[in-house]
T-cell receptor
Framework: AQSVAQPEDQVNVAEGNPLTVKCTYS??????LFWYVQYPNRGLQFLLK??????LVKGSYGFEAEFNKSQTSFHLKKPSALVSDSALYFC?????????????FGIGTKLQVIP | GAGVSQSPSNKVTEKGKDVELRCDPI?????LYWYRQSLGQGLEFLIY????????KSGLPSDRFSAERTGGSVSTLTIQRTQQEDSAVYLC?????????????FGPGTRLTVL
């Protein structure tokens, strides 16, 4: 069975500081990893994904994530946080066995950027 | 371009009544998913459609829940004899295909409140 852990319910960071939102995963085959963001009263919005290749993935709004196979992690990062980055962030994993594979989402991490 | 749309945005109903939630995916997307989001619970997978068929219904919580998709497009999630524990935000998502490498595009959700 596959799983995703987001160990922090909430992350607080000052505006302009770097931010990290943590994610670890467990999957049988090759992991396909995703980050989504949810703003209040909105659906989830895709940020970035890792399928294969370079371990550092760049996505929307200046976000990036680093795939670390040995640590089974896919932490989301941004060099300089904005107040507008405050939202709920979800990590997700799918098994890259081919064809349809169910998505497993983490429970989400609330990011609060303090002005 | 049009994204995933859902209707209604809010639904308040009385316990025991039936409700229908509608999802209109992105044109050309063959895969469609329904999720349920409860406070502090993350995203709970309900059902997946490929075209008009539902190869994975494993997440439907009881036989009160059913869904259909017609014309490979619009999908309806029906909850019969609603219970208070059905109160949640119901999210619909679509993707170009069901391949694990494809990100999902989410609608804004329907907030269901069962009194």
């Amino acid at each position: 069975a596959q799983s995703v852990a987001q160990p922090e319910d909430q992350v607080n960071v000052a505006e302009g500081n770097p931010l990290t939102v943590k994610c670890t995963y467990s999957v049988s085959g090759n992991p396909y990893l995703f980050w989504y963001v949810q703003y209040p009263n909105r659906g989830l919005q895709f940020l970035l994904k890792y399928i294969t290749g370079d371990n550092l993935v760049k996505g929307s709004y200046g976000f990036e994530a680093e795939f670390n196979k040995s640590q089974t992690s896919f932490h989301l990062k941004k060099p300089s946080a904005l107040v507008s980055d405050s939202a709920l962030y979800f990590c997700a994993v799918r098994d890259g066995l081919g064809g349809y594979q169910k998505v497993t989402f983490g429970i989400g991490t609330k990011l609060q950027v303090i002005p | 371009g049009a994204g995933v749309s859902q209707s209604p945005s809010n639904k308040v109903t009385e316990k025991g009544k039936d409700v229908e939630l509608r999802c209109d995916p992105i044109s050309g997307h063959t895969a469609l998913y329904w999720y349920r989001q409860s406070l502090g619970q993350g995203l709970e997978f309900l059902i997946y459609f490929q075209g008009n068929s539902a190869p994975d219904k494993s997440g439907l919580p009881s036989d009160r829940f059913s869904a259909e998709r017609t014309g490979g497009s619009v999908s309806t999630l029906t909850i019969q004899r609603t219970q208070q524990e059905d109160s949640a935000v119901y999210l619909c998502a679509s993707s170009l295909t069901a391949g694990a490498e494809n990100e999902q595009f989410f609608g804004p959700g329907t907030r269901l409140t069962v009194l």
